[in-house]
């Protein structure tokens, strides 16, 4: 099995879950940062802040800024659910990572 990473701070450090995310697309990453392209990596599904924070290794707080930031750009979606705030990428999200979305091996790209 490939290794995984994860981001914490600047440093790249090695997935210890048995859980593979995906790896967010070289172009995304470069445009928005190691960090808040792996939270809209995992904002594929729905998830809260902690279960995003310790997805890529980064205190809650981090990760709720990440959050507040991709909200007010309208790439996210946040719903609120008794004491839980959910959040997933929408229709504008979803389409910026199709957008920098690396062609599949052996796939030709469009010349």
Do not use: C, W
Request: glycine content about 8%.
């Amino acid at each position: 099995m490939a290794e995984a990473s994860l981001i914490q701070g600047r440093r790249r450090l090695p997935m210890t879950s048995t859980r593979t995310l995906p790896e967010p697309p070289l172009g995304l990453r470069l445009l928005v940062g190691e960090a808040r392209a792996a939270v809209i990596a995992v904002l594929r599904s729905r998830q809260t802040t902690g279960t995003v924070a310790s997805s890529i290794h980064v205190a809650p707080s981090t990760a709720s800024a990440h959050l507040n930031t991709l909200s007010r750009t309208g790439l996210i979606d946040r719903h609120r659910r008794g004491r839980f705030v959910y959040y997933q990428l929408n229709d504008r999200g979803a389409a910026l990572l199709e957008l920098f979305a690396e062609p599949a091996a052996g796939k030709a790209s469009a010349p």
